[in-house]
């Protein structure tokens, strides 16, 4: 079966940017000795309803082949991309977090929004 307009890439990219935001955080948790099995829960939680939109998108995606859905944007490379730039900044807030010389470095200077 062959499904058009399904971009298997951008779900294989966005679900690693998932995967290294939950070890990420389980590294962050356990150097600051904060590990907290209702934040972890919560955050697996979190994690499904980003899955469950990547199913969406790609599935309305993929239907509007299809069906007349009273659309016909592509919404599958955008969900992925907000899951994406959310990730990234959860990551780098841990990194942050993990390596605290790394939040006031150069380099995470790149990514902080200055007031």
Known sequence: MH??????????????????????????????????????????????????????????????SYIDLGFTVPIQIPVCAFICLTEIASILENLGKITPELSTSKFMAIFRKDD
């Open 3 to 64: 499904f058009p307009d399904v971009h298997i890439m951008v779900i294989i990219i966005t679900l690693v940017f998932i995967a290294l935001d939950i070890v990420s955080g389980l590294v962050q948790a356990c150097v600051n000795k904060c590990v907290d099995s209702t934040k972890m829960k919560q955050g697996l939680f979190h994690k499904c309803g980003f899955i469950l939109a990547i199913v969406l998108g790609t599935v309305c995606e993929w239907s509007i």
